[in-house]
Protein backbone atom coordinates (compact mmCIF):
# COMPACT_ATOMS: atom_id res chain seq x y z
CA UNK A 1 0.00 0.00 0.00
CA UNK A 2 1.31 3.15 -1.07
CA UNK A 3 1.27 5.83 1.72
CA UNK A 4 -0.13 9.70 0.86
CA UNK A 5 1.21 12.66 3.10
CA UNK A 6 -0.94 14.86 4.66
CA UNK A 7 -0.40 18.10 6.41
CA UNK A 8 -0.63 17.80 10.26
CA UNK A 9 -2.95 20.42 10.05
CA UNK A 10 -5.53 18.13 8.07
CA UNK A 11 -4.48 15.06 10.04
CA UNK A 12 -5.77 17.05 13.56
CA UNK A 13 -8.79 17.91 11.55
CA UNK A 14 -9.53 14.05 10.63
CA UNK A 15 -8.92 13.10 13.96
CA UNK A 16 -11.39 15.98 15.88
CA UNK A 17 -13.97 15.15 13.67
CA UNK A 18 -13.32 11.54 13.91
CA UNK A 19 -12.31 10.23 10.41
CA UNK A 20 -9.30 8.72 11.85
CA UNK A 21 -10.14 7.71 15.40
CA UNK A 22 -7.81 5.30 17.01
CA UNK A 23 -10.24 4.92 19.88
CA UNK A 24 -12.68 2.41 18.77
CA UNK A 25 -15.34 3.93 19.70
CA UNK A 26 -17.20 5.13 15.41
CA UNK A 27 -16.47 1.13 14.91
CA UNK A 28 -19.49 -0.37 16.58
CA UNK A 29 -23.13 1.26 17.30
CA UNK A 30 -25.29 1.09 20.51
CA UNK A 31 -29.15 0.40 19.31
CA UNK A 32 -29.94 -0.81 15.82
CA UNK A 33 -28.57 1.75 13.47
CA UNK A 34 -26.01 1.12 10.95
CA UNK A 35 -23.53 4.39 11.38
CA UNK A 36 -20.72 2.41 12.27
CA UNK A 37 -20.58 0.72 8.45
CA UNK A 38 -20.04 4.13 7.27
CA UNK A 39 -16.38 5.93 7.30
CA UNK A 40 -18.56 9.88 7.74
CA UNK A 41 -20.74 9.68 10.49
CA UNK A 42 -23.75 12.37 11.91
CA UNK A 43 -21.04 12.97 14.56
CA UNK A 44 -18.55 13.99 12.16
CA UNK A 45 -20.47 16.33 10.39
CA UNK A 46 -22.23 17.51 13.86
CA UNK A 47 -18.82 18.68 14.76
CA UNK A 48 -17.37 20.01 10.90
CA UNK A 49 -20.51 22.05 10.37
CA UNK A 50 -21.23 23.25 14.04
CA UNK A 51 -24.62 22.47 13.73
CA UNK A 52 -27.27 23.01 16.60
CA UNK A 53 -29.24 20.28 18.01
CA UNK A 54 -32.04 20.17 15.61
CA UNK A 55 -30.09 20.11 12.63
CA UNK A 56 -27.75 17.83 13.89
CA UNK A 57 -30.92 15.43 14.60
CA UNK A 58 -32.16 15.97 10.62
CA UNK A 59 -29.14 14.94 9.35
CA UNK A 60 -28.56 12.14 11.94
CA UNK A 61 -32.42 10.85 10.64
CA UNK A 62 -31.47 11.64 6.77
CA UNK A 63 -28.31 9.41 7.39
CA UNK A 64 -29.77 6.41 9.02
CA UNK A 65 -31.33 3.17 8.93
CA UNK A 66 -33.16 2.00 11.85
CA UNK A 67 -34.01 -1.70 11.82
CA UNK A 68 -38.03 -2.06 13.16
CA UNK A 69 -39.26 1.45 12.10
CA UNK A 70 -40.30 1.94 9.17
CA UNK A 71 -38.37 4.95 7.09
CA UNK A 72 -41.49 7.13 6.99
CA UNK A 73 -40.96 7.53 10.53
CA UNK A 74 -37.41 9.22 10.47
CA UNK A 75 -39.51 11.95 7.76
CA UNK A 76 -42.48 12.70 10.28
CA UNK A 77 -39.49 13.31 13.02
CA UNK A 78 -37.40 15.33 10.28
CA UNK A 79 -40.50 17.32 9.44
CA UNK A 80 -41.10 17.78 13.19
CA UNK A 81 -37.97 18.93 13.94
CA UNK A 82 -38.25 21.41 10.94
CA UNK A 83 -41.87 22.70 12.23
CA UNK A 84 -39.68 23.32 16.15
CA UNK A 85 -37.22 25.26 14.22
CA UNK A 86 -39.03 27.50 12.19
CA UNK A 87 -41.03 28.12 15.28
CA UNK A 88 -37.86 29.21 16.99
CA UNK A 89 -36.96 31.64 14.12
CA UNK A 90 -40.46 33.08 14.45
CA UNK A 91 -40.04 33.71 17.68
CA UNK A 92 -36.31 34.91 17.89
CA UNK A 93 -36.10 32.52 20.87
CA UNK A 94 -32.50 30.49 19.69
CA UNK A 95 -29.11 31.33 18.52
CA UNK A 96 -30.78 29.92 15.13
CA UNK A 97 -28.99 30.50 12.14
Do not use: F
Request: negative net charge; proline residues 4%.
Amino acid sequence: MNEVPISRELYDKLVQIGIIDDSGVRMTNVGSSNYAEHLIQPWAIWIDWNLDPWDADIVKRVLRTKEGEPRGRDYEKIIHDCQEKLRQLETNCSQAR
